[in-house]
């Protein structure tokens, strides 16, 4: 590929859609990739827009948006909706557009309860790509490509190479589809796909069909020019029957066309320096404010105040089967037995909510729980603990490990995907390393590493030599985005 640079004398159009963005809408990581890597293309020179559905999460936010299209007609099987499209901007000035519909996007949660999924999110993103397509079109954006995200945008790629191929506006537009998680597949009943629009013909398994579903996230990765994932193992790792979740014979297929990108981490947001979320700052060389956060949340969670003085365990996580959830939940009674802290904020399935819940009422001194969605105190953990856990059973890419080596957290992760590019083994004898990896999905194995991390935590100066390589690492976008852009150019000189 060529040097993003060598083609910065013409703009490229990016229309960059996904189906959450921060800060207007947030659940995981998509949203913080979706809500600065437009920041960084932008700086590269790319003319990017952003979408996404306007939920209830971005209303409440009180958002400066303007109106700048009313009444946009949308085909839904049948029949036409209608809804409107404002404008608002990313901190810097990136234009975002915001798809209202009440009656589909005005909810409490962006795509389901801890029961469940929404019943109807087939027509929510069914709506959601065809109008972000048409208004496009509508208002002229003549875009040279678009780059969507996850299954809730897996139809467009498809839209753009069959429905809408005839279509002058869209002929020559390129698409990129990136895979944040394959875990997540947008499956539906085959009879819903007049809902879609898509010729019936497309219902096969070398286009939509999935062991007789339709899969939104197939569409993606069959139609889509190119494919990326959101690091270079898992890229490797989905390519194979034990990760690929039954899409793996198809991304080999594709394999000359799929690219794993590692994710970078927005350090305006994401820095002890300058986060707003936390009252001591703090950075490398002056690391006395660390020890104020950790104060602070042992306070603010109520953990007994000895734990001020001793290791002091974090986990920020969707509360997911994919995340270790269950590893953690074994060995939650050997970390209190290790007198070392434990901090839980999560948010997800029932079953996980309601066991973590009982552990801290069981360990009110050691263990602190907080189920619920809450940016401020992730913050304040990743500046507060001494650790962080991420056991996942896959993880695509992983934020919260890059996000913890800034804020000197050390990571203990087990050593899948992103994970396991991303953080290295720390060695005692040479001093390198940031973190603390396991490889079997076993609770001893996870149990063993938490052993050797807080054994080299009684070691102050084996600690802060580890504690500063984490801080010294850099995962910012630059190199990452460089890479999106000469993907961009090369899939559109090809489409
Ligand atoms: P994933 O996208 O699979 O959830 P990532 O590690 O890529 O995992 O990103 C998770 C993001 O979501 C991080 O920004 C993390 O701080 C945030 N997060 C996860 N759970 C919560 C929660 N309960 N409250 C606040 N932020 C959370
Ligand atoms: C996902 C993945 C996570 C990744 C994030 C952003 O939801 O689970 O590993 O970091 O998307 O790409």
Known sequence: MKDADYFMTESLKVWFLASEVAPFAKTGGLADVAGS??????????????????YRMAKDRDLKAQKVLEGLEVPLGNTRLRGDVLETSTREGVPVYLFDREDLFDRPNLYGTPEGDYYDNLERFTYFCRAALLFASKVGFQFDLVHCHDWQTGL???????LYRANPFFSNVASVFTIHNIGYQGLFPPDRL??????????????????GKISFLKAGIVYADAITTVSPRYSQEIQTPEYGMG???ILRKRSADLYGILNGADYTSWNPAMDRHITNHYSLGNMRGKRKCKADLVKELGLHE????????????????????DLLAQIVEDIVGLDAGLVILGAGEEAYQALFLELGRKYPESVAVTIGFDEGLAHRIMAGVDMLLVPSHYEPCGLTQIYALKYGTVPIVRATGGLDDTINPFDPGSGEGTGFKFSDYQAKAFLDQIREALKVFEDRPGWMKLVENGMQADFSWEKSAREYVSLYEKVKEEA
């Open 37 to 54: 890597l437009p920041a960084y293309l932008k700086s590269l020179g790319v003319d990017v827009r952003v979408g996404l559905p306007f």
């Open 156 to 162: 467009i790629p498809a839209y753009v190479k069959t």
């Open 194 to 211: 007049r809902i879609c629009g898509l010729p019936g013909a497309e219902y096969n398994p070398e286009g939509l069909e999935y062991w």
């Open 247 to 249: 899409m793996d014979g």
């Open 306 to 325: 000895r734990f001020v003085d001793r290791p002091v365990l974090g986990m920020v996580s969707r509360l997911a089967p994919q995340k270790g959830s």
